[in-house]
């Protein structure tokens, strides 16, 4: 996530809408703590001024590499009309430089399977959260580390489609792994921010990621007006479903207590009553920091409810399509790799933790809720911080002074001007009255 400062206006807007409190304005321009930033892409959304941006990898990259293969995220399809066929789109990415593309949606469907044997075993942790989405990951690392257990240790799609293609395309070509570039077509910065940082694993099966909104332009460029075919395997409309809020409870199936839930704060609202020890009648949630799915991520170029009724038109006639056809058997999914065993365990981020040390937290939380009494607790967050208690720690961990906060400067300088005029009528026995008169 990155800052222009020459935009930034320092309007506080993405302050206060941060999940993780990760933002503080400081010298009239934000500054975000990357410890805690989670990469959810809120504060994209929410700046007026477009100052923040995230840093993506670029169509050149591409000639580092032998072989090149694109994995566009189901989101991608959202973001053109029905009337532009899936198939037309892959072929746009192959005009693009891409040497082959394969779907994220087949390994959407993969994952899909692997998730509804997985619900069916004893030793669950109810309810299951899905860890599709590397931004609710985070703010569960960093918010909500309790709830680690609960999420289903299977890897996202793009990893799995990312390591089915590696590991095929180095066999069939001989090649080395490091000569194939496998790039996710994506629709948000927290996929980026999981390839160089992979969650639950030691590396990414990912070269790079770009963002949607980058290579769009292009891509419509050169979109082939009559049908042309690609030469690869289809996923199905369970996969590509994946794109939309409850497309991946939908394609897991079969199971009965789930809830969906979309956009970070919901989310975040939803998790609370999760480590509250709620919720514990409900078997799986689904979970993503981008209000409508990823076609709402803030890599894409599309209005998000065009965007839902695109898809939802789009996965309608492919469910027709395929209903004609001969089914598929499903892939069996014990074949691939799926990150299972071999999985890191993920690892809480107790960055929002006082202090390392247990004594000097607990003087820091004395001293916090001691700062919070005397503030007004109207969360304004002209102070820089996001809200009263942010401002609190802030000061119990010495990085801003009670007259950060504007109601306490004008305090501070109503007192300082009350003993300007007493002081003024104090004047020394030496000063004579009329000398002051004259
Ligand atoms: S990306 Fe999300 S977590 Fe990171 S600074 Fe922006 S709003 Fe906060
Ligand atoms: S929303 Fe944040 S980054 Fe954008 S102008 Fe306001 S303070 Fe600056």
Redesign the pocket.
């Known amino acids: ?1 990155r800052l222009n400062p020459d935009r930034c206006k320092g309007c506080v807007n ?1 302050t206060k ?7 503080r304005i400081r010298d009239g321009k934000a500054l ?2 990357e410890s ?9 959304r ?1 700046c007026p001024s477009h100052a ?1 941006t ?1 840093t993506t990898d670029e169509l050149s990259q591409l000639a580092f590499f032998q072989y090149n293969i694109a994995l566009p995220a189901p989101a991608l399809y959202a973001q053109f009309n029905p009337d532009t066929s899936i198939e037309s789109i892959l072929c746009g990415l192959l005009k693009l430089g891409f040497d082959e593309v394969f779907e994220v949606a087949q390994g959407a469907e993969i994952v899909s399977l692997a998730i509804r044997d997985y619900l069916k075993r004893d030793d669950v942790k109810k309810p299951a959260i899905s860890s599709a989405c590397p ?1 609710v990951v ?2 569960i690392q960093v918010r909500f580390p309790e709830l680690i257990d609960n999420l289903i240790p299977i890897d996202a799609p793009v990893e799995v489609a990312a390591r089915i293609v590696r590991g095929e395309r180095s066999r069939d070509l001989k090649l080395e792994p490091e000569q194939i570039g496998i790039w996710f077509i994506t629709p948000c ?2 996929k980026m921010t999981s390839v160089k940082q992979p969650l639950g694993s030691e590396k990414s099966n990912l070269t790079g990621a770009i963002a949607m909104s980058q290579i769009y332009g292009d891509l419509l460029k050169v979109l082939p007006s009559a049908q042309e075919k690609v030469d690869c395997r289809r996923a199905s409309w369970s996969g590509v479903g994946w794109a939309m809020a409850g497309g991946e409870t939908t394609a897991v199936g079969t199971v009965i207590n789930t809830l969906v839930v979309h956009e ?1 704060h919901n989310v975040a609202d939803v998790l609370e009553q999760v480590a509250l020890g709620k919720l514990k009648n409900i078997d799986y949630i689904e979970v993503l920091a981008c209000a409508g799915g990823c076609i709402g991520g803030p890599l894409t170029v599309e209005n998000r409810f065009v965007a839902e009724h695109r898809m939802r038109q789009r996965i309608r006639q492919m469910r027709e399509d395929e209903a004609k056809q001969e089914k598929r058997p499903p892939q069996d999914y014990r074949e691939v790799e799926l990150g299972v065993a071999e999985r890191r365990a993920i690892e809480p981020r107790p960055v929002m933790r006082l202090d390392e040390d247990i004594f000097k937290a607990l003087y820091k939380v004395e001293l916090m809720e001691k700062t919070l009494q005397k503030l007004p607790g109207l969360d304004c967050g002209s102070c820089g911080s996001p809200n009263c208690k942010a401002l609190a720690e802030d000061i119990a961990q010495g990085r801003a002074s009670e007259t950060d906060c504007v109601f306490k400067l004008r305090e501070k300088v109503r007192d300082l001007a009350w003993e300007m005029v007493d002081l003024a009528g104090k004047l020394p026995p030496s000063l004579h009255k009329d000398s002051e008169e004259d």
């Open positions: 996530m993405c809408r941060c999940p993780t409190e990760a933002i975000i703590t805690r930033c989670i990469d959810c892409g809120e504060c994209i929410r923040k995230a931004a985070r703010l910065p927290a970070i």
